[in-house]
C-alpha cells in the first residue's frame, strides 16, 4: 500500500495508513467488504452452527465455556446472551486492564450483581508498567503486552481447568480492516495470528536484565503444537449479526452502565467504548500520531459503517476530535511509567508517520484532509 | 591533515566518519597534489588487489606516496586491501607489484572445511602479542570484523597481533611508521572505533 | 574462533521502513529506534520497484550508515553496475543481488573481480511447494527453473563471497526456521551462509546455528531492530554456548 497517496474507503472513510488494510475495487476497504458479505449470510444457519458447537464443546463438568470479559458493553453482551439466552453457565475471565478506571469496575460489579463465576487476574504491577514504558517507546503502543495477556490467560485458564470452549468477541481484522491469515479467521482464533498481527513477536523475547523469564508467565502465549486440541476459541460476531452500537444499547437496558464521567470520551464524539483503562487515551492518541486517524475517526468509521451517522458528520467530529488526550489520563500514565511530560511528548513526536505529517508555524500538521474527501477521491500527496 | 586515499575500490566513507569523531582536518583524495600536507596516511579498501595499484598508478599516486611513508616517514594505516597494499606482491594479482613498504606476499585463505567458508567474513577473535600505542585501551582479546580472501605474510619481528582461522592471519603488521591492519577498525564498533583513535591521537 | 553472527534486516518500500508478510508490504514502522550497537551487521533492502522512489531508499540509507560502525550490505533491484559507487558512497560495505545474477551473469563476475568477493552477497529466494523447493527471483515473481545445487555452483563461479537464504511463505511469520532447506544448501557449498526472516523466538536462532549450520542468522522482524531486543538474544544464546560478539 502506498505511504504518500491516502486512499479513504468510500464506505467507512477509513485511511490507507491504517495497517494491513487493502482496497479492492470500487474503493471499499476489506472491511466493508466483509460487511457487504454478512448481508448474504443466514443468521438461522450460523446460530445453528454455534449451538452445536456448544453441544459438542462441553468437557468440563460445571462449565460450559470461558468468556474473556472485560465488563466493557461487547463482552458483557456476550457473556449476558450466553447465560440468559442460551442457557449456559460461562466463567467469565479478566485481565486486568493496566491502569483500571473507577467506571469499569462499576459496569463489571453491576455485570457481577446478575449472577456469574468470575475470576480477576492482576498482572505484576512492576512488570507491567515496565513493559508499558518499554513498548510505548519502542512501538507507539502502551498496551502491547496487555494484548498477549487477554489472549493468554482465558486459553491457559481453558486448558488448565480442561474448559475447552472459549468465546470472544469479533475479529478485529476482519470487521475493522486488516490481514485475515487464514479462511476462517474470522470464525475461530488462531494462536499463529495473535502472534504475527495482535502482538508482532514471542513474549518469550522480553526476557531482559530487569524481567526474567517467570515474571513474563502471565503474557507467554500457550505452545501452539502442544495446545492444538485442547482449546476451541471462537468469535461469537461470526455467528450472530455483530453491532456494538446495538450491543451498548442491550446491555444499558440489563444493568446500570455507566459511561464516561466527563459526558464524553476524549478523543472521540462517543460515551460508551472501551471505558475500563486509563491507558486506552494513550494508546489512541499514538494510533493518530502514527497512522493520522485517531478515536473519533475509529468510532465514526463504525458507526458509519452501521450508516448510523451521516458523512458530513463523520467529517465533523474527525476535525474536532481526533487529536484529543486527556490531559488526566496522560499525567497518570506518564506518572505510572515515570517519564516526565515533555519527554512524553518527544517520545510521541519520534513515532510521527512523516509521510502524513508536516511541521508548519511550529506546529505538526497533517498532510491530509479527511474534509476535502468529500470533493476528491482520493489526497494524493507527492511531497 | 589525515588523508584518507581513494583509490576507487572500497566504502571510504565509513573510515572517513570515524576518523572524523577525532579529527576535524581529513581530507579523502586521489589527487598528488593534495598529498603534501599530509601528517597521516590511510590506506582504506575492499576490492582487487591489481584493480588498486593500477588506479594508485594511473592517479600518478605511488611517487608521492612513497614519499610520505618513505622519506617523511609519517604515520601510515592500511586497513584491509590497503594492509594487503603496503606488502610486494598478492597471489590475487600475479606480476602485479604493490607498495613494497613491508616486505612479503598476500596468499589465498586455505578451502579447509565448511565449517571455515571462504571469504573470511565475520568477527573474529585477535590476540595481541607485542604491545603498540594502537592497541592502547584495548583488551589482550578482542574482537574485529574481517572480510576478506586473502592475508597477509610477513616476517615474525613485523606480527604485532594474529586470528586464528582456516590459517593463522598477520591480523596486524607493523614496520616503523606503518601500521597494516587486515580486518575493518571502522566496522568493529567500540573496538575497532579505539583503533582509529589510538591512531589519529597517538601516533606521532 | 570466529563467531555466529546476528544481522537484522530492513525493508524498505518507498524510502519507508516497513515490515513484510510473504514478500508484501504490510505495516509501517518508524526507524527512530533501530538499534546498531549490540547488532553484528545491518543488511538493507529496497522491496519496491519504483525507481523514482530511489533516491528515498538511498537517503534512508545514508541516515542509517551514519555513525553506524558495523557493516552494512544494501541490496534490492540492483541492475546498474553505475549505481554500485552510488550505493558505496551511501555507505554500503557490501551489496546483496539475486536477478542480477540470471538476467546478467557476466556483470556480476566484473562486479566481483573488481570488488572482490567479500563485496557480493547472493541472495536465493525459496518456496516448498508439494514437496520440492523451488528458487526464485524478481522479489519472489518468477522462478528461477534452476536446481539448487546448480545455483549454488553458479554463485560460486561468478565469485559470489556470500549466501543469503530467504523463504517467501514464511516471510513474515513467527514460526521458525527451514531447517531442511539450510542443511541441503550447507551440504553443497564452501561459502558462508545466512538466513533473514522468520524468526519469532530467540529459540529459533539457536535452532538455526546448531541444527542449520548456519553462519549468520538475520531477522527482518521489526520489533527485534532494538538493542535491548538484540542483547536480550544474544544474551539466551550465550547461556547456550553459541559463541557470539558481546
Not at chain 1, 450466553?82 to 478506571?101: E, G, Q, R, W
Request: proline share 3%; aromatic share 12%; hydrophobic share 35%.
Amino acid at each position: 500500500m502506498r505511504q504518500d497517496i491516502i486512499k479513504f474507503c468510500k464506505n467507512c472513510l477509513m485511511p490507507s495508513s491504517r495497517p494491513r488494510i487493502s482496497f479492492k475495487n470500487n474503493n471499499l476497504c476489506n472491511a466493508c467488504e466483509y460487511l457487504l458479505l454478512q448481508k448474504k449470510i443466514n443468521w438461522k444457519d450460523r446460530k445453528q452452527e454455534f449451538l452445536e458447537i456448544i453441544k459438542k464443546s462441553k468437557t468440563h463438568e460445571f462449565y460450559d465455556c470461558i468468556v474473556p470479559w472485560s465488563g466493557g458493553k461487547d463482552s458483557s453482551f456476550i457473556a449476558y446472551k450466553l447465560k440468559f439466552d442460551y442457557n449456559l453457565n460461562p466463567l467469565l475471565v479478566t485481565f486486568a486492564p493496566i491502569l483500571p478506571t473507577k467506571v469499569g469496575h462499576h459496569n463489571r460489579n453491576e455485570m457481577i450483581k446478575l449472577g456469574f463465576d468470575h475470576i480477576y487476574f492482576t498482572p505484576d504491577h512492576i512488570v507491567s508498567k515496565q513493559l508499558s514504558k518499554r513498548f510505548f517507546i519502542e512501538r507507539g503502543n502502551p498496551k502491547v503486552h496487555w494484548d498477549a495477556g487477554i489472549k493468554s490467560l482465558p486459553i491457559k485458564t481453558a486448558i488448565e481447568k480442561n474448559i475447552k470452549l472459549i468465546v470472544y468477541a469479533e475479529h478485529g481484522e476482519s470487521h475493522y480492516g486488516g490481514l485475515t491469515l487464514y479462511k476462517d479467521s474470522s470464525k475461530n482464533l488462531s494462536l499463529e495470528d495473535v502472534l504475527e498481527n495482535n502482538i508482532g513477536d514471542n513474549p518469550l523475547n522480553w526476557e531482559s536484565d530487569e524481567i526474567s523469564k517467570n515474571q513474563l508467565y502471565p503474557y507467554i502465549l500457550p505452545d501452539l503444537n502442544k495446545s492444538k486440541n485442547k482449546f476451541h476459541a471462537l468469535f461469537f460476531a461470526y455467528f450472530h449479526k455483530w453491532n456494538v452500537i446495538e450491543n451498548y444499547n442491550f446491555i444499558i437496558n440489563k444493568i446500570n452502565f455507566k459511561t464516561h464521567p466527563k459526558g464524553r470520551t476524549p478523543g472521540t464524539f462517543t460515551n460508551f467504548d472501551s471505558l475500563d483503562d486509563h491507558v486506552d487515551q494513550i494508546y489512541y492518541y499514538l494510533q493518530f500520531i502514527k497512522f493520522g486517524f485517531g478515536r473519533a475517526s475509529r468510532d465514526a468509521s463504525r458507526h458509519i459503517q452501521k450508516k448510523a451517522i451521516t458523512k458530513s458528520e463523520y467529517f465533523n467530529y474527525v476535525k474536532k476530535y481526533d487529536h484529543e488526550l486527556s490531559k488526566d489520563d496522560m499525567i497518570k500514565f506518564c506518572q505510572f511509567i515515570e517519564i516526565s511530560v515533555p519527554d512524553f511528548h518527544d517520545i510521541c513526536d519520534k513515532h510521527r508517520n512523516a509521510e502524513i505529517w508536516k511541521r508548519k508555524k511550529n506546529k505538526w500538521k497533517l498532510k491530509f484532509n479527511i474534509n476535502n474527501h468529500a470533493k476528491k477521491s482520493y489526497y494524493n500527496n507527492c511531497g | 591533515m589525515i588523508t584518507i586515499i581513494d583509490h576507487g575500490l572500497g566504502n571510504i566513507s565509513s573510515v572517513y566518519s570515524a576518523v572524523k569523531l577525532f579529527e576535524k582536518n581529513v581530507q579523502i583524495t586521489n589527487k598528488y597534489k593534495d598529498l603534501k600536507k599530509t601528517s597521516k596516511l590511510i590506506l582504506p579498501g575492499v576490492g582487487n588487489f591489481g584493480f588498486a595499484m593500477k588506479n594508485l598508478a594511473t592517479s600518478n599516486l605511488i611517487e608521492a606516496l612513497n614519499e610520505i611513508a618513505l622519506v617523511k616517514k609519517k604515520p601510515v594505516l592500511g586497513i584491509c586491501l590497503g594492509c594487503q597494499l603496503l606488502l610486494e606482491k598478492s597471489d590475487e594479482s600475479p606480476g602485479i607489484k604493490g607498495l613494497g613498504w613491508i616486505r612479503g606476499g598476500n596468499n589465498i585463505l586455505p578451502l579447509k572445511n565448511k565449517l571455515m567458508p571462504t571469504p573470511h567474513v565475520g568477527w573474529n577473535e585477535v590476540k595481541i602479542l607485542k604491545n603498540h600505542y594502537i592497541f592502547k585501551n584495548i583488551p589482550k582479546k578482542f574482537y574485529l570484523y574481517f572480510n576478506h580472501s586473502f592475508h597477509p605474510s610477513v616476517q615474525q619481528k613485523y606480527i604485532f597481533a594474529k586470528t586464528s582461522y582456516s590459517d593463522i592471519i598477520n591480523t596486524v603488521i607493523i614496520k616503523e611508521n606503518i601500521i597494516g591492519i587486515q580486518p575493518h577498525p571502522e566496522k568493529s564498533q567500540v573496538q575497532g572505533i579505539k583503533i582509529i583513535k589510538n591512531f589519529i591521537k597517538n601516533a606521532n | 574462533m570466529l563467531t555466529k553472527r546476528i544481522l537484522i534486516t530492513l525493508s524498505f518500500s518507498e524510502g519507508i521502513l516497513i515490515r513484510t508478510k510473504k514478500f508484501q508490504s504490510d505495516y509501517r514502522y518508524t526507524s527512530n529506534f533501530i538499534g546498531n550497537k549490540n547488532i553484528d551487521e545491518i543488511i538493507i533492502i529496497d522491496v519496491s520497484k519504483n525507481k523514482k522512489k530511489r533516491k528515498k531508499f538511498l537517503d534512508s540509507v545514508r541516515k542509517i550508515s551514519q555513525n553506524c560502525f558495523v557493516p552494512i550490505t544494501v541490496g534490492g533491484y540492483i541492475s546498474d553496475l553505475d549505481e554500485i559507487k552510488i550505493l558505496q558512497m551511501c555507505g554500503a560495505d557490501k551489496i546483496i543481488i539475486n536477478s542480477l545474477i540470471y538476467q546478467n551473469p557476466d556483470n556480476v563476475a566484473e562486479i566481483t573481480k573488481k570488488y572482490g568477493s567479500q563485496f557480493v552477497v547472493g541472495g536465493i529466494d525459496y518456496k516448498f511447494e508439494k514437496g520440492k523447493y523451488y528458487l526464485f527471483k524478481d522479489h519472489g515473481k518468477n522462478k528461477t527453473n534452476i536446481s539448487i545445487y546448480n545455483t549454488l555452483k553458479l554463485f560460486e563461479k561468478l565469485g559470489v563471497g556470500e549466501i543469503m537464504l530467504q523463504s517467501i511463505d514464511k516471510d513474515g511469520s513467527l514460526s521458525g526456521l527451514d531447517i531442511e532447506f539450510s542443511k541441503i544448501v550447507k551440504k553443497n557449498t564452501f561459502l558462508p551462509l545466512i538466513s533473514n526472516g522468520s524468526i519469532g523466538k530467540w529459540e529459533h536462532f539457536y535452532e538455526g546455528f546448531k541444527k542449520g549450520k548456519l553462519d549468520a542468522i538475520s531477522t527482518n522482524n521489526i520489533y527485534h531492530f532494538t538493542d535491548s531486543s538484540i542483547a536480550a538474544a544474544k544474551n539466551y544464546l550465550l547461556k547456550k554456548n553459541i559463541l557470539l560478539r558481546r
